[in-house]
Nanobody
Framework: QVRLVESGGGLVQPGGSLRLSCAASGHTDRKYHMGWFRQAPGKERELVAI????????YYGPFAKDRFTLSRDTGENKIDLQMNNLKPEDTAVYYC????????????????WGQGTQVTVSS
């Protein structure tokens, strides 16, 4: 079992920045594909960014390109999401996710989810 703990959410003004972190604990002898999804009230959940096991390939949602950057530590148990130029439409609960799947389908299922952290972009 893997436990994912998120941190770094909060309230920020439009145009501001936030950095979300997610630390994995538990069975971290295995390596996982890890990343973030988000869900706003009344909207479907959407992919924000995912990094493959081995940290070579990253996938970003179309809204995240050029504004968000996903990084991963060398031990591959912690990821950070740097979010710049935030917009009100980025307001959502952001969830850290992980999967042990052999081949990653970014839009596929993830066995492990964090509890979520709220990001609110408002003036």
């Amino acid at each position: 079992q893997v436990r994912l703990v998120e941190s770094g959410g909060g309230l920020v003004q439009p145009g501001g920045s936030l950095r979300l972190s997610c630390a994995a604990s538990g069975h971290t002898d295995r390596k996982y594909h890890m990343g973030w999804f988000r869900q706003a009230p009344g909207k479907e959940r959407e992919l924000v960014a995912i990094v493959e096991r081995g940290s070579i390939t990253r996938y970003y949602g179309p809204f995240a390109k050029d504004r968000f950057t996903l990084s991963r530590d060398t031990g591959e148990n912690k990821i950070d999401l740097q979010m710049n130029n935030l917009k009100p439409e980025d307001t959502a609960v952001y969830y850290c996710v992980a999967t042990a799947a052999y081949h990653l389908d970014p839009q596929g299922d993830y066995e492990f989810w964090g509890q979520g952290t709220q990001v609110t972009v408002s003036s």
